[in-house]
């Protein structure tokens, strides 16, 4: 009995002399994981500007005199025709073919820089459209500005350009808006070489209340005469395509720098 007592007891103080069990392993704590910072949407791309040009009058204003003769709003609680036949050079060049060449050439120049283009006649066989209508065009599109483009015929001394703006200004956009319009596009041509007009206006602008386009526009708008066709040295600058081409250039210019383009 002693014997196992001993065993026992043996026993016991060897279980507690030896190393107590490991504690058990922490848990693995969880990283959280990084958040991928949101995407921002892709911003639509800007609307392009929209342009009007007018190419002044049309080619076949000739054969519809009564048509052109009919009285329309002028814009200022008169009435005036509804069109014109236009001028042509002492060689025949017509104003209606030049203003539609060079406003062909201002299309692609504006639309190589990304403008939208739109013309109030279609081609330079037709008729009209009307003063009023032109000036309908613009402001139904809501148009970022519009230009129309004529030649001038005047006594074969005067020479040079002139830019006509509303005056005085029946809208805010017929004030600083169409007179900054005005400037580019003196700057414009005067960079092609061209000098402003010896007979109209000053400084190249000259002010008017007798267009019915400039009064009846609600968008900045002006109406460049190139030049005066009756002057031979213009003449032959207006019926060169390298001329028109410069234009073209001097308009395009000063309606992209007022577009800040």
Known sequence: MLYRVLIVGTLLVLAGCGSPPPPPAPAPTAVPMAREAP???????????????????????????????????????????????????????????????????????????GVEVRSTRPDDTGVGPCVDRRAEIANEAGAALTVSIHADGA?????????????????????????????????????????????????????????????????PSALVECANMANPAEARVVADPAGRQRYAEGIAAGILVTLGR
């Open 39 to 113: 995407r921002e949407a892709p911003r639509a791309a800007a609307p392009a500007p929209v342009v009007v040009l007018d190419p002044g009058h049309n080619g076949g204003n000739a054969d519809a005199t009564d048509e052109i003769a009919r009285e329309v709003p002028d814009g200022r609680g008169g009435t005036k025709p509804c069109n014109t036949t236009g001028t042509a050079t002492a060689d025949g060049y017509a104003e209606h073919a030049f203003t539609w060449d060079v406003t062909a050439r201002v299309t692609r120049l504006l639309a190589a820089r």
């Open 155 to 219: 006594a074969r001394d005067g020479r040079g350009f002139h830019v006509a703006l509303s005056d005085p200004p029946l809208a805010a956009s017929q004030r600083e808006p169409s007179a900054a319009l005005g400037r580019a596009l003196v700057a414009g041509l005067e960079e092609q070489g061209f000098t402003p007009s010896t007979y109209r206006g000053e400084g190249g602008i000259d002010r008017r209340a007798d267009l019915a386009g400039l009064s009846l526009a609600r968008v």
